[in-house]
């Protein structure tokens, strides 16, 4: 149980498009899903909450309008990188909180690789 | 905003022997540490995780121990293998549960020595 899945695994776009990363809880529903930036070598930095039903969260340094979710249902959430330049390259990788809301465990997606051209 | 220290960087331990990492936090009210094992090119896999009304945690050749007083929890690993190399990131939840984001440590690249 607990399977976290993401879409596309690895995406390479040219400079000015946008583009959707899916992130799908599998066997559970998820009240709160994460969203987080690695970049090589680095660690993983929180962008983003999103809450079924509601806007997203964002951390302070992430700009919202770049970086669009939406949290359509509670196994379902998607970040949208808008106008893509190659600084956005990067890891992304969602996570799902699976349980009470006074339980924090997280389970992770195995990540999208974004290449900006 | 909370900080998560990790130490060390690099570890490089012979196969069957104990690999330790630790890591400290700054704030007073975060009540769940979990650790992540993270291979190259895959997301993070939690391996273990100990919440802050428990000291010592284990399962099979992994334990994690907390001291809340100290602010500094710590990954065990024993009789390790060569599947264990991995980079391992430690994490803190805050009081705000399962709303909350994870903040992590910088990571440990643990090598196994065969």
């Known amino acids: 149980g607990a399977v976290v899945s993401q879409h596309p695994s690895w995406v390479i776009c040219k400079s000015g498009t946008s583009v959707k990363i899916e992130c799908r809880s599998l066997d559970f529903q998820a009240t709160t899903m994460f969203w987080y930036r690695q970049f090589p070598k680095q660690s993983l930095m929180l962008m983003a909450t999103s809450n079924e039903g509601s806007k997203a969260t964002y951390e302070q340094g992430v700009e919202k309008d770049k970086f669009l979710i939406n949290h359509a249902s509670l196994t379902l959430s998607t970040l949208t990188v808008t106008s893509a330049h190659p600084e956005d390259s990067s890891f992304y990788i969602c996570?799902?909180?699976?349980?009470?809301?006074?339980?924090?465990?997280?389970?992770f997606g195995p990540g999208t690789r974004l290449t900006v051209l | 905003g909370e900080n998560v220290e990790q130490h060390p960087s690099t570890l490089s331990v012979q196969e069957g022997d104990s690999a330790v990492i630790k890591c400290t936090y700054s704030d007073s009210a975060s009540n769940y540490f979990p650790w992540y094992k993270q291979e190259l090119g895959k997301g993070p896999q939690l391996i273990i995780d100990?919440?802050?009304?428990?000291g010592e945690k284990k399962d099979q050749r992994i334990a994690v121990t907390l001291n809340k007083t100290a602010k500094h929890f710590s990954l065990h690993i024993t009789e390790t293998q060569p599947e264990d190399s991995a980079v391992y990131f430690c994490a803190e939840g805050g009081a705000g549960g399962g709303a909350d984001g994870l903040t992590f440590g910088k990571g440990t690249h643990l090598i196994i020595q065969p």
């Open positions: 996570s799902a909180n699976r349980g009470r809301v006074s339980y924090n465990e997280q389970f």
């Open positions: 100990i919440r802050s009304n428990v």
